[in-house]
C-alpha cells in the first residue's frame, strides 16, 4: 500500500458549515463521490490538504421539478437522477446522460456536484506519478513546461472535458448556482465553461476550464422547463459498460407538422469545455433535410476541436460527435412525428 | 498523519477503529483488519475487484476513504457467510463455475449481492445493468449469468434450474 499525500478530511452537515470549512481552509477541495478526486489523488496529480465531503449535506440532496422547471442539488447521486420518473419523462437526454457515466457502482458513488467540476483529461495526464516522470511532466500539473500535444501551444493545455451531465443540462439553458465567500451567484452553465483554449490568451482551457473562483463551491444546477422540446442523449465509447466517452451528444428539438421549429445540439468529449453549439437556430424552419444535416456538419467542423488527448484521434472524435449528432437529431424528429 | 476515531457498523456489528484521514478504505479493511476477501486490482476505479456495500449499495473500496464512511453501514464477503455456510450468491458463484482466478469474485458477489435485495428475479439485462462496474478476464461472463441467476432462484426459494445436458444444448 502507498499511503496518499497527508490530507485532512471535514463532513460538514450544512452548507453553512461547509461555506464555513471553506472559508477557514484556503486550498481546500470539496469531495462527493471520489471517482474522479481520488484517483487523481492516488496518483499524485493533486494533493490537496483538506477535503471536504459534501455527502452529509442534507440540503443539496434534493431534486425538485416543477413548471418553472428542474432544480438538482451538488450532493445528489447520479443514480437517483438517471432514476428519477420526472427528469426521465420531461428530460430525457439528462436521465439518458446519467444513466451513461461510468457503471452502475460509480453512479451509486458520483455526485452532480462532482460530474460538473470534473477535471479535464488527457492521456498525458490521467498517468501514475512515475510514469509522468519518465515522460516528463506537462503543462496541466504545473510542473511542465510543455504540452505534448501540441508542443507550440505557447502554454495553452488542451485537455478534454468529458462529463457527461453537462451537455445535456445546457439543451435546457441550465444556469448553476455557486456559494463562497463573497456569497451567492448564478452563472450560466455556457458561461462556467470556459475552457476554449484560444492562444491570444482571451479565454480559459484545459487547465483553466471553469469560471468558479477561489473557495466558491457548487450548490446546485437549474434548468428551464423542457416546454415541448423532446431530447435525448447518445454516446459512443471503447468499453459500453464503464467508459468515459470518445465523445458525447445531447440534442433537443421541437416538430410542427413536417417542419422543424427548434433545434439545439451539445457536446462532450471534444474540447476543453462542454460545446453548445452556436448556431443551429438558423436550420430550423424546414423539414429534416439534407441541407439541415450538411448545416450541422459544418457547425460541427467550425467549432468541434478535438485534439490528440485520448487513444483516439482528434479528427476521428470529431466525425464520431458529428456522425452521432445527425443520428440522434433524425432520431428525435421521427419520434416527435 | 494522526489516527482518529472511527465508529461504522462493519458487517453487521458495530466497529470502532482508528485510521488517518488520508487511509483508502481499502487499505483499512485489507491491511488494517486483516479483511482480504476485498480485492485491489487496479490503481483506481477501474475493475470492481474492490466492490462492497456502503448502506446497502454497491461501492468501489479503492475509492472511498475511511472517514467518508465512518456512521455508515459497510459490508464486505467476509459478511455474508454464516456458520461455514455459503451465502446464496456464493452458492451461485461456486454451482455455476462464475469464478476461475476468483480475483474479481467477491466484487462480482457483493454487487450482486446489493442486485438481488432489490431484485429477486433479475432479467440478463438487469445482471449486466448491475455488475456493468465489474471486470472478469476469466470467465467470459457467461458463466456468472449463470451464476447470478441460480443465486436468484436460491434467494427465491426456488429449485435452481439443473444444468442443461449436451442433449439440451445441442437441442
Ligand atoms: C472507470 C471510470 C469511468 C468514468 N467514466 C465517466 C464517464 O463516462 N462520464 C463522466 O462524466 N465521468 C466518468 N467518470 C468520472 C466520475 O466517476 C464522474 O464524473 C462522477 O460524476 C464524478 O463525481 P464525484 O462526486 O465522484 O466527483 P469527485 O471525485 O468527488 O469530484 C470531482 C471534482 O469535482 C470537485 N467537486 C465535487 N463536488 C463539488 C462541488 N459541490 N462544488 C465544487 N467542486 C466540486 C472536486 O473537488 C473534484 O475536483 C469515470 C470515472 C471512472 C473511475
Ligand atoms: S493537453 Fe497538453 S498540457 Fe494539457 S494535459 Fe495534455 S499534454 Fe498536458
Ligand atoms: S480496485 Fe479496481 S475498482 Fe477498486
Ligand atoms: S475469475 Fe479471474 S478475473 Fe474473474
Not at chain 1, 450532493?75 to 428530460?91: D, G, K, T
Amino acid at each position: 500500500m502507498d499511503a496518499l499525500h497527508s490530507f485532512e478530511v471535514i463532513r460538514p452537515k450544512t452548507v453553512d458549515e461547509a461555506l464555513a470549512a471553506r472559508i477557514a481552509h484556503r486550498h481546500s477541495r470539496m469531495i462527493g463521490g471520489g471517482t474522479d478526486l481520488l484517483v487523481n489523488i492516488r496518483r499524485r496529480i493533486e494533493t490537496p490538504s483538506v477535503l471536504i465531503d459534501t455527502s452529509d449535506l442534507t440540503d443539496l440532496k434534493t431534486i425538485e421539478h416543477g413548471d418553472t422547471g428542474l432544480s438538482i442539488g451538488a450532493s445528489v447521486r447520479l443514480f437517483e437522477v438517471a432514476e428519477h420518473p420526472n427528469i426521465q419523462h420531461f428530460y430525457p437526454a439528462i436521465a439518458q446522460a446519467a444513466g451513461s457515466i461510468a457503471g452502475p457502482t460509480h453512479r451509486n458513488m458520483g455526485t452532480v456536484g462532482g460530474n460538473l467540476c470534473l477535471d479535464t483529461r488527457c492521456i498525458y495526464y490521467n498517468q501514475s506519478e512515475w510514469w509522468r516522470e519518465a515522460n516528463d511532466h506537462c503543462l496541466k500539473t504545473e510542473l511542465g513546461d510543455m504540452c505534448h500535444v501540441a508542443p507550440k501551444s505557447k502554454g495553452v493545455c488542451f485537455a478534454t472535458y468529458s462529463g457527461d451531465l453537462a451537455p445535456a443540462l445546457m439543451l435546457f439553458g441550465a444556469e448553476i448556482d455557486l456559494l463562497g465567500p463573497d456569497g451567492e451567484r448564478t452563472v450560466a452553465m455556457r458561461d462556467f465553461y470556459i475552457g476554449s483554449s484560444r492562444q491570444d490568451g482571451s479565454k480559459g482551457d484545459g487547465i483553466n476550464y471553469m469560471a468558479i473562483k477561489p473557495g466558491e463551491f457548487v450548490v446546485r444546477v437549474r434548468a428551464s422547463s423542457p416546454g415541448r422540446l423532446i431530447s435525448g442523449y447518445d454516446k459512443i465509447r471503447i468499453r459500453r459498460s464503464i467508459e468515459y466517452p470518445v465523445a458525447g451528444c445531447a440534442a433537443a428539438l421541437t416538430r410542427d407538422d413536417d417542419t422543424l421549429t427548434d433545434i439545439r445540439i451539445a457536446f462532450t468529449g471534444t474540447n476543453p469545455r462542454p460545446v453548445f453549439l452556436e448556431g443551429t437556430a438558423d436550420l430550423a424552419g424546414s423539414t429534416l433535410s439534407d441541407s439541415v444535416l450538411e448545416g450541422i456538419d459544418n457547425l460541427c467542423k467550425d467549432q468541434l476541436m478535438s485534439m490528440k488527448t485520448t487513444f483516439t484521434p482528434g479528427h476521428y472524435r470529431r466525425r464520431v460527435a458529428t456522425q452521432m449528432a445527425k443520428r440522434l437529431v433524425g432520431q428525435l424528429f421521427n419520434a416527435a412525428g | 498523519m494522526p489516527k482518529k476515531l472511527v465508529s461504522l457498523t462493519l458487517n453487521g456489528k458495530q466497529h470502532d477503529g482508528v485510521a488517518p484521514d488520508n487511509m483508502l478504505l481499502l487499505d483499512y479493511l485489507r491491511e488494517g483488519l486483516g479483511l482480504t476477501g476485498t480485492k485491489t486490482g487496479c490503481d483506481g476505479g477501474e475493475c470492481g475487484a474492490c466492490t462492497i456495500l456502503v448502506d446497502g449499495r454497491a461501492q468501489l473500496a479503492c475509492l472511498t476513504l475511511v472517514a467518508q464512511v465512518a456512521g455508515k453501514s459497510v459490508e464486505t464477503v467476509e459478511g455474508l457467510s454464516s456458520n461455514g455456510q455459503l451465502s446464496d450468491v456464493q452458492a451461485g458463484f461456486h454451482e455455476k463455475l462464475g469464478s476461475q482466478c476468483g480475483a474479481c469474485t467477491p466484487g462480482f458477489v457483493m454487487a450482486t449481492e446489493a442486485l438481488l435485495r432489490a431484485n429477486t428475479n433479475p432479467t440478463d439485462d438487469d445482471i449486466r445493468n448491475a455488475l456493468g462496474s465489474n471486470i472478469c478476464r476469466c470467465t467470459g461472463y457467461i458463466k456468472i449469468f449463470d451464476a447470478v441467476h441460480h443465486a436468484a432462484a436460491l434467494r427465491r426459494e426456488e429449485d435452481p434450474a439443473p444444468y442443461p445436458t449436451v442433449a439440451d444444448q445441442a437441442a
